[in-house]
C-alpha cells in the first residue's frame, strides 16, 4: 500500500474514475473537469458536508471496487454481494464437544493452520455476573465438571470470572464444525486479541477491576492459549509484563516478535512489547508506549482545537519513538496517563489491530473530527527493537478517518484481507463489514440488518476460503463463503 496518497483524494479522485464513466456518458465531461477542480482545491482541509454528501455518492457508485451491491437477504439478517452466502455455525447455549455450552457475546477472533486443521480460536467478552451466559450453564450448574486449577478466578462463593475463550476446528469444505471446546476459562470481558506466528492466540482482558469480595483476582491482563484440534484447557497465566490496562486488541510481526497492543479508553496508548525470549511470553519483556518524534504528548483524535495535536494531513508520515514506562502493573488504571505525562501519543479508543506485509493497521472507534473513526497504518523500522531504531525509526500515519457515517461508523475489530485490503466490523446496531482497497477505496461487503449488535472477530480461514465474524449480542459465529480475491 505505498503508492497511496491521502485517503480524500484517492477516495475520491480515483472513484471519479466510476463517477466519470456515468457523467460521461451522458456528455458531463465539463462537470468531471469541474468536480476534479473542487475536490482537489479541498484535499488538505476538513472535510464539508458537501463534500462528505459527494464523496458518498462516489463510494457508492464505485462498489466494483469490491464485489458488487449488497442484495438484500430473504431472510432478512445479514445482505450479502451477489454469489456470497452465510451460515450460522454455532450458537449461545449449544452444547459443545467437551459438554459445556458455547458462551454468550462472542468478539475477537483469528485462524490457525493446525496439522492441516482449519482452527479458529475465539473470545467471549462475559464477566461474573451473566449467569446463564458462560459456559456451565445455567446457574453454573456445570462448574463442577471442571479442574478449577483451570478456572484463573474462581471468584467468591462460587461467583466464577466466566470470559474466556473456546476453540473451533472447522471443515471448511463441508462448512461444518468437527470440534467446539472450552480452551481458556476464568478471565473477564476477553475482547479482542491477536494471533501470534507460532500457533497461538493471545487473548485480553478490557477489563481493570481488582480483587474485592467478588473477584479473588487482578484483571486487565492478556493470556496465551494454543491451538490445537482436541478439547485442551490451557493454564491461565496473565501475562503481566505486557501491562495490566483495557486491552483490546494484539499484532505480532512475524520478522521480529515483537508485540503491538491496542487500549479501548478515550484517552488510550498505543503499546509494544519486545519478549524477552521469543516464543516464550511467560518469561517477561519489556513494555513501551508509542511516542510522535519530536511531538511530545502528541493527540491524534483530531477532536477539534487541541494544545499539542491534531493530523491535518491522511497519509503524513510521522516518525515513531517508542519510550520505556516502569510499573506496568499497576493497581491503579494510570498506565495510560503516566505515559502521556512522559511523551506518549493519546489515541480514541484503540480496537482493531492487525499485521499486514511488513506493516500493521489499527483501528481507533471514536477517532476524528466526526468521532466516526479512524484507522492507523504503521510501518517498523528496519531495525525494529534495536539500538539502531533511532536512526532509522519506524513510521505512523493516519489512512483513513471517516467523515459521513454512511460510509464508516465506528470501525472496531479488523483483519487484512488474503488479497490484502483491510477488512474491518462496524460497532453499532446496524452494522457492516467494510472493506478498505490500496489506493483507499472503501466498499461494503455485509450489512446486519436484524439483529442490533455490532459485529466482532472479523477474520479469513487460513486457506482463503471462509470470512468468519461473530454477531456478538445475539450470540452467533457466522461463515461467510462466496467468490473471494485470492492473495
Known amino acids: 500500500m505505498n503508492n497511496r496518497r491521502n485517503f480524500l483524494k484517492n477516495s475520491i479522485l480515483t472513484g471519479i474514475g466510476f463517477y466519470g464513466l456515468k457523467l460521461y456518458a451522458n456528455g458531463s465531461e465539463n462537470n468531471i473537469a469541474n468536480l476534479n477542480s473542487n475536490l482537489n482545491s479541498n484535499l488538505n482541509s476538513n472535510l464539508s458536508a458537501e463534500l462528505n454528501e459527494k464523496l458518498y455518492k462516489i463510494q457508492k457508485l464505485s462498489q466494483s471496487v469490491g464485489f458488487g451491491d449488497l442484495i438484500k437477504d430473504p431472510n432478512g439478517i445479514i445482505d450479502l454481494p ?12 449449544n452444547i459443545m464437544s467437551d459438554g459445556f455450552t458455547v458462551p454468550s457475546k462472542m468478539d475477537g477472533m483469528a485462524t490457525f493452520n493446525v496439522n492441516g486443521k482449519e482452527v479458529i480460536i475465539r473470545n467471549h467478552e462475559i464477566d461474573s455476573s451473566t449467569f446463564g451466559e458462560g459456559a456451565f450453564g445455567k446457574n453454573n450448574v456445570l462448574l463442577n465438571k471442571i479442574d478449577r486449577n483451570l478456572i484463573y478466578d474462581n471468584g467468591i462463593s462460587d461467583i466464577v470470572a466466566l470470559g474466556g475463550t473456546t476453540t473451533i ?41 481488582v480483587k474485592s469480595d467478588i473477584h479473588q483476582q487482578n484483571h486487565g491482563y492478556n493470556f496465551e492459549v494454543k491451538a490445537t484440534t482436541t478439547p485442551y484447557i490451557n493454564e491461565p497465566i496473565p501475562l503481566k509484563d505486557m501491562g495490566r490496562f483495557n486491552h483490546e486488541a494484539v499484532c505480532v510481526d512475524p520478522k521480529t516478535s515483537v508485540i503491538y497492543q491496542t487500549e479501548d479508553a478515550y484517552d488510550g496508548m498505543i503499546y509494544r512489547f519486545l519478549p524477552n525470549q521469543e516464543e516464550q511470553l511467560q518469561k517477561g519483556g519489556k513494555l513501551q508506549i508509542l511516542s510522535i518524534k519530536g511531538e511530545k504528548s502528541f ?14 494531513e491522511i497519509n503524513k508520515k510521522y516518525n515513531v519513538e517508542w519510550l520505556d ?38 483501528a481507533c472507534t471514536n477517532g476524528g473530527k466526526s468521532k466516526l473513526g479512524q484507522v492507523f497504518r504503521y510501518i517498523p523500522s528496519e531495525f525494529e527493537g534495536t539500538t539502531k531504531e533511532k536512526d532509522f525509526p519506524p513510521t505512523i500515519e493516519l489512512f483513513i478517518e471517516s467523515g459521513n457515517k454512511d460510509i464508516i461508523t465506528n470501525c472496531d475489530n479488523l483483519t487484512v484481507s488474503p488479497w490484502g485490503d483491510v ?13 478498505i482497497n490500496a489506493i483507499g477505496e472503501i466498499y461494503h461487503i455485509a ?41
Request: net charge negative.
Open 82 to 93: 451477489k454469489g456470497f452466502e452465510y451460515r450460522i455455525i454455532s450458537e449461545t447455549g
Open 169 to 209: 476446528v472447522y471443515d471448511t469444505k463441508n462448512q461444518v464444525i468437527e470440534q467446539e471446546f472450552l480452551s481458556l476459562v476464568g478471565t473477564l470481558r476477553n475482547c479482542a486479541g491477536g494471533p501470534t506466528p507460532w500457533n497461538s492466540w493471545i487473548s485480553c482482558e478490557e477489563t481493570t477491576v
Open 299 to 312: 493527540d491524534t483524535r483530531n477532536w477539534g482545537k487541541l494544545s499539542n495535536g491534531n493530523v491535518t
Open 325 to 362: 514506562i516502569d510499573n506496568v502493573d499497576p493497581t491503579e488504571d494510570d498506565l495510560r496517563l503516566r505515559g502521556f505525562e512522559i511523551g506518549g501519543a493519546k489515541f480514541a479508543r484503540g480496537e482493531g489491530m492487525w499485521f499486514g506485509d511488513n506493516e500493521l493497521y489499527f
Open 423 to 435: 477488512v474491518m466490523c462496524e460497532d453499532t446496531e446496524s452494522p457492516r463489514i467494510i472493506g
Open 447 to 487: 450489512h446486519n440488518t436484524k439483529y442490533p449488535s455490532e459485529f466482532a472477530g472479523v477474520c479469513f480461514s487460513t486457506d482463503g476460503s471462509t470470512l468468519f465474524v461473530n454477531i456478538q449480542h445475539s450470540g452467533k459465529t457466522v461463515a461467510i463463503t462466496g467468490p473471494w480475491r485470492k492473495s
